[in-house]
């Protein structure tokens, strides 16, 4: 009926623009076509709809570029959340105003800059609020909507006193350390007495603070160490340009820079194959950096160092309070997991402010790269036998982690596209895992950081071998529809038990490999073993032992060449 249609069109038309002017790991341009929701059904990626509204938005971790057009979501009006968690957006906050649905925000691990909107204290329904690791200047605005329970803005470059409404105290220190200028309880940081009326003095006396506080700093560690230094005021910027550089893809050499506050080197890296240190931390400190993408834990750079070995190093975020000893212990207890499906960890290094892990540098990208990036010219298709081939080595991977004693079965706890790295050998693809085993470390300091988004990790749970079972679920739907699994791993269960429950057919695979002439019936059984393995309940997913069975029932090489 017209009024649906008006809607329906409002909404699709306020988000054009967004999708002209941003970049992205996904093709936004080619997927956004057509009416957003249908039936309560997304066909646009990224996008839940409710009753044939977008309820919510979510594009993480894509490498989302640009600025944010002007006032894109206020034709919006039913959104309920927003999140463009760890991307590369710049420029200003967006206006939130008229969103009165509006319940979680998440913005943070950008580079936004200016100040925090006004309007974002006037949503009614607002719970939650992360604005961490940006740029954002300015004061807090006096939050004092009691819905409130989640909020976040540390690590930008916010000043001044941090208002004491009710609502704002809740909160503790890691809501709002490491900011330029903020003081105020609960930081440890006392306000001027009496603040100035004049904000011209203000500035003066901000400035004044700074000068301090950098010449503290400076007299504190210019006798240990150098490049310390330069990390403390270059970090933020260091971010922002290996952003840039990753972006436009020129000049993208640079010093790493990683922190290393031991004065005299009494700490190294801590290598797992001692007979063979390929370099130590000097050298790592001379590395050339290049972003190779920020995740929910951190940072990963693609480390060249002088003699030309390249090695892939995270970067841990949020992990100030991590004891070297727990550190140390998880770390070895996976760095000294071999398999050929899982990503050699060489070394790492731990002090108080900075982590790092040091992993045998995988050359030819991710599955989510091979699946979801370069698109079009330059994209290499991957063929049907390809992706069953690296399905069975992630299954491969994960039976070592979950059965063999040396691994004391770990559960992977983060299994998705970008952790799946592959080598390919001529025609041969190899799948290896990656970013296993954090878990312990998030919940021993309590972290708010998610990783793993199988439905009960979602309710809080910790991973298991089943909810791992889930997230290989998810990945069989990925490989064999090539689409995006959304904010949640759900969304895209759903949407092919949808395809099913009605009308079955084929239209659910990649076009891609739908067009060679064998394998549907495969790619049937598969889409049903993936339904399997996505079930709601936990115990009656099939365990990985049987999966790869199932796998290797579905599609043998040898078989499959015989009858062609
Ligand atoms: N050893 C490696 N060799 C080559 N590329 C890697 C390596 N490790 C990670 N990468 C790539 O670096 C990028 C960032 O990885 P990172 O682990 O920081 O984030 P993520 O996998 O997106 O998220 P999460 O932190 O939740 O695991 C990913 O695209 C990943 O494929």
Not at 244 to 251: L, Q, T
Not at 324 to 347: A, C, D, R, W, Y
Not at 455 to 471: A, L, N, Q, R, W
């Amino acid at each position: 009926d017209v009024l649906t249609r008006e809607f329906y069109e409002d909404e699709r038309d306020a988000l054009i623009p967004f999708r002209d002017s941003m970049k992205s790991g996904l093709n936004l341009h080619g997927n956004w076509t057509g009416p957003p929701c249908r039936n309560n059904l997304s066909r646009w990626v990224g996008i839940a709809c409710t009753n044939s509204h977008i309820t919510r938005l979510t594009l993480e971790s894509i490498n989302l570029t640009g600025t944010l057009p002007a006032g894109f979501l206020q034709n919006v009006t039913f959104l309920s959340k927003l999140s463009f968690q760890n991307n590369l957006l710049t420029g200003n906050l967006p206006s939130l105003t008229n969103l009165m649905y509006l319940e979680s925000v998440f913005l943070s691990g950008n580079g936004f800059s200016g100040p925090i909107p006004l309007d974002y204290i006037n949503l009614p329904k607002l719970t939650a609020l992360e604005l961490q690791d940006n740029e954002i200047t300015g004061t807090i605005p006096s939050f004092d909507q009691n819905s409130l329970t989640t909020f976040n803005v540390s690590y930008n470059q916010l000043s001044g006193p941090i208002p004491d409404t009710k609502v704002l105290e809740r909160f503790s220190v890691g809501s709002y350390d490491h900011n330029s200028g903020l003081c105020g309880r609960p930081l440890d940081i006392q306000c001027p007495v009496s603040p100035p009326p004049d904000p011209s003095k203000h500035k003066k006396k901000a400035l004044k603070v700074g000068i301090v506080v950098l010449i503290a700093v400076a007299t504190a560690i210019i006798p240990f160490s150098v490049i310390l230094l330069l990390f403390c005021c270059h970090k933020k910027n260091q971010v922002k340009e290996a952003k840039k550089e990753e972006h436009s893809n020129e000049g993208i050499e640079k010093k790493a820079g990683w922190s290393t506050e031991d004065p005299g080197r009494t700490v190294d890296l801590e290598f797992f194959d001692k007979q063979k240190p390929v370099f130590d931390l000097d050298e790592l400190l001379r590395a050339s950096a290049e972003v190779l993408g920020k995740g929910s834990l951190g940072t990963t750079y693609k480390a060249t160092m002088e003699s030309g070995a390249i090695v892939a190093v995270k970067r841990f975020k949020e992990m100030n309070s991590l004891s070297k000893k727990e550190f140390v212990q998880q770390m070895q207890l996976i760095g000294n997991l071999k398999h050929p499906n899982i990503v050699e960890m060489t070394s790492f290094y731990y002090s108080k402010d900075e982590k790092l892990v040091i992993h045998e540098f995988i050359q030819d990208g991710s599955l989510f790269e091979l699946l979801h990036e370069s698109r079009g010219i330059g994209r290499i298709p991957l063929n049907w036998t390809t992706r069953v081939e690296m399905m069975k080595d992630v299954a491969k991977g994960l039976i070592f982690l979950h059965e063999s004693l040396s691994s004391q079965k770990v559960p992977h706890g983060n299994l998705k596209s970008t952790n799946i790295l592959i080598n390919f050998s001529g025609e041969t693809a190899h799948a290896k895992l990656t970013d296993f085993g954090y878990f312990p470390l998030l919940a021993s300091q309590k972290s708010k950081l998610a990783i793993g988004k199988c439905p009960e990790i979602m309710d809080g749970k910790k991973p298991t071998h089943k909810s791992d079972v889930y997230c290989f679920g998810v990945l069989l739907l990925e490989v064999i529809t090539r689409k995006v699994p959304g904010d949640n791993h759900e969304d895209l269960s759903d949407w092919v038990r949808g395809v099913v429950n009605t009308d079955w057919s084929m239209d659910i695979f990649d076009l891609e490999i739908l067009a060679e002439k064998e394998g549907h019936e495969e790619m049937l059984k598969m889409a049903k073993l993936a339904l399997e393995c996505t079930d709601i309940v936990p115990e009656r997913r099939p365990k990985m032992t049987q999966i790869l069975i199932r796998l290797e029932e579905i599609y043998d090489p040898k078989i499959s060449i015989e009858v062609g």
